[in-house]
């Protein structure tokens, strides 16, 4: 017992003077749930730190990820690939150990946490993600997969409103194999929780259908132990383990302070904090017992090789299974997704359809979805709207997990979030809502933006075209807020061809999320060359264009671009030398080379118009100071669509006015 | 019995008819609700028709606010200035019925709804303005201020976090003038919610301090009357009653499905309705004696009345209290405040203080919060780091609602709806926490530029210049995104002095909400003569001239200001001729005149640089396609400040670099 509570205070020791040394940080957290992670890390916790990417280890996420020097402690005592100068690096320029864990940053680290209230709404995604693989790759006598996900979480997380979209669906699917431990230490940031935050929480999860362990003493190894083993037992239920703590325990004169949360303490609290722990070393001095009992690469290798001997009788076994689990582990795609996408390509152009870019986008889903297994939809409770349940799409339930299409509800960030723990397991997933709701989970698209996921995003009526349900429901800034966002590639095809190219390229693109922007109204298709039909993917391209250089480029995307080639048609008819360029990703444009781009849009071409229903001020970007935009300013209206195209000037009318202006007639 | 049914069915037939003819609307919860909202309305809302701003009516807000045509159909039925043909005119262009309810457009619509979840959240910053003017005005025998908040809402509202975080809050709060109807018809879009909501909601709301009457009979009128008999006398807590409803309530073949929620019944079905309703009147048609018993012209000028008269004894016994309690209620600032903001300015042109400007912020409120009481501060748990806690601040307690200070939790979208509620209430409320977390509480941010809310977000850590605290918590993208949300003013000060014109400005634009962009390391007062200081509030300005024509100008703002200053000095001193301008709101630059934007951006001026430690591409608006911008293109990383400037480029080394370039040398 007094040697558990030695080993626990190796990680304060660690966390205190990491702290210290970058002068950053926050040592309360790690002081006071390092007991809790003493007793999972070394008693339950199965991983291999010399393969950190075992498919089958358990997950352990960091919910309140200021606590990042618990996890970077963890990672180095038990044996990872995080040295002792890595840890003394700790929040320095592209060391292995940021301020916040990142994933792709530090072997070991699972998901990368920060804003609260996401690693708890994630390790649901990741949770299930376990039991959805278990379901498809299992066999009596082979549970390949079968591990489970921690999570360490602040009274931050559970203020988070994300926090409750996410132990509601944990509890709707009884995902038995995701527990979380909540350090009750009762202070914020402000101070005693006491004038803020005074729900019953152990009643709230209840009500949510978790299996509540209360009242457990956070620094009593055995009783934490226990209250594990109490989970463990739990076959039907996800479960929260309450640890009662005191922020930064063992300081003598920081401990349950607020002021202990987010400021390093000094040389001599650490001293005292040490002398007060009977902790008698230097600073960042561990001493070899310690670094022995902590160390995992026996066990957890052991662990490994268990399973891996496993693996090769189940593929011995079961070779096409084993193969296409090695597949979705790798991230690989299928041969048939190519072929199924290029196919589909060449019947959508035969049947140039006149349908809403939201119908355009199901109609890529019926096609390639059959190929691609791991291709998990889903929708915030608007399934029928945005298009997103395909033709073998089959509801996920809670007591099923066979389906390969959940029903969030209506909760747009607790389906990001989730979206984004499917990502981290191996599955690609795309959820539908309204794009104006993008707003509700724009956190979480950040985030998968940050830890380069493939979450795809389904964002259908795009525009003012939503039509009668008015301001709240029609985007205008939500598409270029997307653009803005590093990492996002953001797509809004104009017809059923560039929606196809949309979703194929959202699906090659591993290292980063996609959004698609789809129209509610219906478009029209617009004629594609075999060389156009290349350049979609480039973000950019000509659509129609005149002989020799051109005196005006219009620039237009999605439901714009037929007004776009309406009013060219015209133009041209005038005798004007008109180019109009469709944009379906600027994104993807940006990446392409300068030859490309000057290619598309000649930088001696001034007269450039942008037509976007949404808003403006995206487009000087590529139509400068002599441009203009036909675009939003203002929020909409509640009207009939065409009759608020109207209102706001997307008319192949004003396009001519607007063009002729300038071209200064 | 029977007849309030009927007086009932009036919404539904009222409902029906006009979602029929717009072609457009969600018929299924205003038929759901219908009883509900008799027996509320008829019995126990307190409001006066002939006027709907009587500033102690009840608050009534549809938190569902799809279900838009109930509200319309009760404000007609009941007298308000809502005719017949505005209810014809049902989701019509300028209508005074739009597809969800917005403020300003409709008398007797107290929020504007849409987003799920946010009307219930705005609904308790409602409620608690409540106490908080009835502490501050009230006077033994006069309760001035003494009104309930009633709210519906459905499941939607519940599955989204945000009303965690509201309910958290009002149970906290013990708000008991507070009591939500939950219209539980198990239906969401998706259809029957157990496949996705399976929580206790009762469980759930008493867990979190409310009081909860359960298992109401929704279609039975004296049931409701009793269980908002049992709510109104619980004094110590908020109330929830449960309705047991069928979606579509009426419908021979709709109702209890799906099917009904969003799209129209057709003219066959909405007859079978009627029939099957006892309902024998033609479309759009009420008979007199139904108007008559909705009618609450009457009874609703007798309770002003009442009031009216109680006000005028009070003003007679408090004239000063009663003149203080008027100006707030229109929304007029003090004379004090504007000679404060002067005076203010004028000390802290003398003191040049090199401070951050989150402190500066500070300062600000310090010398201007005890000249408007109105001015309710707050944070999501972040007072200490977001400067909002000034010297006259004190913090509301659950048991004292005399303070100026709300602290949160740690709830950014719950937060900025309480704010909301506030606003709409005569006060101005303004609230902190990270930039990067403005994410989280975007919608409410947006419904407040949409509502014309002068709500005011302190948004501080605004740049990589977070440092350590890594990409997670360093914006990039978000200042942008809020710029190009309509009507809202972001500003982002480069000193102390901006610093104030950007809080008095913000103050003083009450027809919309502001985010003040603050910066957490140290910024170097720049130089301000009179005629600069008094253009700070035009948004944009030229800090810094050449003599004649400047051959390049420098654009920045905020903490980058300064970098621009001292290249400028440099190249001046090289001989080159700079200009800087300064753009602290680019949101209020654009609305000035031409002659004033081309004064300070002289169209012929194409060499300019625009530099921001922000997302990049927003600026090209200013600096076009031949010019430059030192922005960021991707995520931050982990480092202290000053490594990641220098990383990143932002420096005078790297400005004069880029100048060069554009000056083609």
């Given at each position: 017992?007094?040697?558990?509570?030695?080993y626990?205070?190796?990680?304060?020791?660690?966390?205190?003077d990491?702290?210290?040394?970058?002068?950053?940080?926050?040592?309360?957290?790690?002081?006071?749930?390092?007991?809790?992670?003493?007793?999972l890390?070394?008693?339950?916790?199965?991983?291999?730190?010399?393969?950190?990417?075992?498919?089958?280890?358990d997950?352990?996420v960091?919910?309140?990820?200021?606590?990042?020097?618990?996890?970077?402690?963890?990672l180095?005592?038990?044996?990872?690939?995080?040295?002792m100068?890595?840890?003394?690096?700790?929040?320095?320029?592209?060391?292995?150990t940021?301020?916040?864990?990142?994933?792709?940053?530090?072997?070991?680290?699972d998901?990368g946490t920060?804003?609260?209230?996401?690693?708890?709404?994630?390790a649901?995604?990741m949770?299930?993600?376990?039991?959805?693989l278990?379901?498809r790759?299992?066999?009596?006598?082979?549970?390949?997969?079968?591990?489970?996900?921690?999570v360490?979480?602040?009274?931050?997380?559970?203020?988070?409103?994300?926090?409750?979209?996410?132990?509601?669906?944990?509890?709707?699917?009884?995902?038995?194999?995701?527990?979380?431990?909540?350090?009750d230490?009762?202070?914020?940031?402000?101070g005693?929780?006491g004038?803020?935050?005074?729900e019953?929480?152990?009643?709230?999860?209840?009500?949510?259908?978790?299996?509540?362990?209360?009242?457990?003493?956070?620094?009593?190894?055995?009783?934490?132990?226990?209250?594990?083993?109490?989970?463990?037992?739990?076959?039907?239920?996800?479960?929260?383990i309450?640890?009662?703590?005191?922020?930064g325990?063992g300081?003598?004169?920081?401990?349950?302070?607020?002021?202990?949360h987010g400021?390093?303490l000094?040389?001599e609290?650490?001293?005292?904090?040490?002398?007060?722990?009977?902790?008698?070393?230097g600073?960042f001095?561990?001493p070899?017992?310690?670094?022995?009992?902590?160390?995992?690469?026996?066990?957890?290798?052991n662990?490994?090789?268990?399973?891996?001997n496993?693996?090769n009788?189940?593929?011995?076994?079961?070779?096409?299974?084993?193969?296409?689990?090695?597949?979705?582990?790798?991230g690989?795609?299928?041969?048939?997704f190519?072929?199924?996408?290029?196919?589909?390509?060449?019947?959508?152009?035969?049947?140039?359809?006149?349908?809403?870019?939201?119908?355009?986008?199901?109609?890529?889903l019926?096609?390639?979805a059959?190929?691609?297994?791991?291709l998990?939809?889903?929708?915030?409770?608007?399934?029928?709207?945005?298009?997103?349940?395909h033709?073998?799409?089959s509801s996920?339930?809670?007591?099923?997990?066979?389906?390969?299409?959940?029903?969030?509800?209506?909760?747009?960030?607790?389906?990001?979030?989730?979206?984004?723990?499917?990502a981290l397991?191996?599955?690609?997933?795309?959820?539908?809502?309204?794009?104006?709701?993008?707003?509700?989970?724009?956190?979480?698209?950040?985030?998968?933006a940050?830890?380069?996921?493939?979450s795809?995003w389904?964002?259908?009526?795009?525009?003012?075209?939503?039509?009668?349900d008015g301001?709240?429901?029609?985007?205008?800034?939500?598409i270029?807020?997307?653009?803005?966002?590093p990492?996002?590639?953001?797509w809004?095809?104009?017809?059923?061809?560039?929606?196809?190219i949309a979703?194929k390229?959202?699906?090659?693109?591993?290292?980063?999320?996609?959004c698609?922007?789809?129209s509610r109204?219906?478009?029209?298709?617009?004629?594609?060359?075999?060389?156009?039909?290349s350049?979609?993917?480039?973000?950019?391209?000509?659509?129609?264009?005149?002989?020799?250089?051109?005196?005006?480029?219009i620039?237009?995307?999605?439901?714009?671009?037929?007004?776009?080639?309406?009013a060219?048609?015209?133009?041209?008819?005038?005798?004007?030398?008109?180019?109009?360029?469709?944009?379906?990703?600027?994104?993807?444009?940006?990446r392409?080379?300068?030859?490309?781009?000057?290619?598309?849009?000649?930088?001696n071409v001034?007269?450039?118009?942008a037509?976007?229903?949404a808003s403006?001020?995206?487009?000087?970007?590529?139509?400068?100071?002599?441009?203009?935009i036909?675009?939003?300013?203002?929020?909409?209206?509640?009207?009939?669509?065409?009759?608020?195209?109207?209102?706001f000037?997307?008319?192949?009318?004003?396009?001519?006015?607007?063009?002729?202006?300038?071209?200064?007639?």
């Open positions: 017992m007094e040697l558990r509570k030695h626990a205070h190796a990680l304060r020791a660690l966390s205190m990491a702290i210290n040394k970058s002068k950053s940080g926050h040592p309360g957290a790690p002081m006071g749930m390092a007991n809790m992670a003493e007793a890390w070394r008693n339950h916790f199965k991983h291999n730190p010399r393969n950190p990417n075992w498919v089958n280890r997950r352990f960091l919910s309140n990820g200021h606590a990042s020097m618990l996890l970077y402690s963890l180095h005592l038990s044996g990872y690939d995080l040295s100068d890595d840890i003394k690096n700790f929040r320095q320029l592209h060391s292995k940021p301020g916040h864990p990142e994933i792709d940053r530090t072997p070991g680290v998901m920060g804003p609260l209230g996401q690693g708890l709404a994630t649901v995604g949770a299930l993600a376990e039991k959805m278990a379901n790759f299992n066999r009596i006598n082979h549970p390949i997969m079968d591990h489970r996900t921690w360490f979480l602040g009274d931050g997380c559970l203020m988070e409103g994300i926090s409750q979209e996410a132990i509601s669906l944990a509890g709707t699917w009884k995902l038995n194999k995701l527990t979380a431990f909540y350090d230490n009762k202070i914020s940031i402000d005693a929780v004038g803020w935050f005074t019953n929480v152990a009643a709230r999860f209840e009500a949510s259908g978790w299996h509540v362990v209360a009242n457990v003493d956070g620094h009593d190894p055995k009783d934490i132990d226990d209250a594990i083993e109490e989970a463990l037992a739990v076959d039907d239920k996800p479960c929260l309450i640890c009662h703590t005191t922020i325990y300081s003598p004169t920081k401990a349950g302070l607020a002021s202990c400021s390093p000094n040389s609290e650490i001293k005292a904090t040490n002398d007060a722990l009977g902790w008698d070393y600073s001095e561990i070899q017992d310690v670094y022995e009992a902590w160390n995992a690469h026996e066990k957890g290798q662990i490994n090789d268990s399973w891996q496993a693996f009788i189940y593929k011995a076994e079961f070779p096409e299974l084993a193969e296409e689990f090695n597949r979705r582990m790798q690989d795609l299928t041969s048939e190519t072929s199924a996408a290029d196919k589909l390509i060449a019947d959508l152009l035969q049947k140039q359809e006149h349908i809403a870019t939201r119908v355009s986008g199901k109609k890529v019926d096609a390639i059959p190929t691609l297994p791991e998990i939809g889903g929708s915030a409770d608007l399934t029928g709207s945005v298009g997103t349940f033709a073998t799409s996920l339930t809670p007591n099923d997990f066979s389906g390969n299409y959940i029903h969030y509800g209506v909760r747009e960030f607790g389906m990001s979030t989730v979206m984004n723990g499917l397991c191996g599955f690609i997933p795309y959820g539908g809502t309204f794009m104006v709701f993008s707003d509700y989970a724009k956190n979480a698209i950040r985030l998968a940050l830890s380069k996921l493939r795809i389904v964002l259908t009526h795009d525009s003012i075209g939503v039509g009668e301001p709240t429901h029609q985007p205008v800034e939500q270029s807020a997307l653009r803005l966002t990492n996002v590639d953001v809004r095809p104009c017809d059923t061809i560039e929606s196809a979703w390229s959202s699906i090659e693109n591993k290292n980063g999320p996609s698609l922007a789809m109204q219906n478009l029209t298709p617009q004629a594609h060359s075999k060389e156009q039909i350049e979609i993917e480039k973000g950019a391209y000509i659509l129609s264009d005149c002989e020799g250089t051109a005196s005006i480029i620039i237009a995307t999605g439901s714009e671009v037929e007004l776009a080639t309406k060219a048609d015209i133009l041209t008819a005038e005798g004007k030398k008109v180019r109009v360029v469709s944009m379906p990703c600027a994104d993807v444009f940006d392409q080379d300068d030859a490309y781009k000057e290619k598309v849009l000649p930088k001034r007269a450039r118009l037509i976007e229903a403006a001020d995206f487009w000087y970007k590529y139509v400068g100071i002599d441009g203009a036909i675009g939003m300013t203002s929020f909409g209206e509640s009207a009939p669509g065409n009759v608020l195209y109207e209102y000037g997307f008319t192949v009318e004003n396009i001519i006015k607007q063009s002729k202006k300038l071209l200064g007639e």
